[in-house]
């Protein structure tokens, strides 16, 4: 059974795509310049067709990249939500987060807990942040703790 520790939940969170921004920018500068030359030469019509491809590609893109960016940002709740109730359990354990392994890094509801050699099974409360800890005994187990690679 894998753990994962506080600090792989916390590098879980995915930064902002910035390769694809600046495949948009460099996509918007090249439109523009696009359409500055198919409104200078208005009898040709490469550059208006370069313009309208070139559109359709940036509004595929970009669209494309939000959706991407939504998915990334709902992804990102879930491993703070996971962050905080790892800091909140270490917190009322009285140890630092990072002797905190969890068995998911995305959910804390019926998540399992390995602290100081102890498990615990987490039972989420009414409120964001009550909770029962129930302790465990696990018999014939396969403990693997995973670490952030660094």
Not at 25 to 50: C, H, N, P, Q, V
Not at 70 to 92: C, G, L, M, P
């Given at each position: ?40 030469d208005k009898r040709d019509s490469k550059y208006r067709e370069l313009v309208i491809i070139l559109g359709l590609t940036l509004l595929v893109s970009g669209l494309s990249g939000f959706e991407s960016l939504q998915a990334n940002s709902q992804a990102n709740n879930q491993y703070r939500t996971s962050i ?67």
């Amino acid at each position: 059974m894998k753990f994962y520790s506080y600090d792989f939940v916390l590098n879980q969170i995915r930064q902002d795509n910035w390769l694809l921004a600046a495949f948009l920018i460099a996509l918007l500068l090249i439109l523009g310049y696009t359409a500055f030359l198919a409104y200078r030469d208005k009898r040709d019509s490469k550059y208006r067709e370069l313009v309208i491809i070139l559109g359709l590609t940036l509004l595929v893109s970009g669209l494309s990249g939000f959706e991407s960016l939504q998915a990334n940002s709902q992804a990102n709740n879930q491993y703070r939500t996971s962050i905080h109730f790892i800091e909140k359990v270490s917190e009322n354990l009285k140890v630092k987060p990072n002797q905190v392994y969890v068995n998911t890094s995305a959910e804390t509801n019926g998540a399992l807990l390995y602290v100081d050699g102890q498990f615990y099974r987490a039972i989420s409360g009414s409120e964001p942040d009550t909770y029962l800890l129930e302790k465990m005994d696990l018999h014939s187990f396969d403990l693997e703790l995973v670490e952030v690679n660094q």
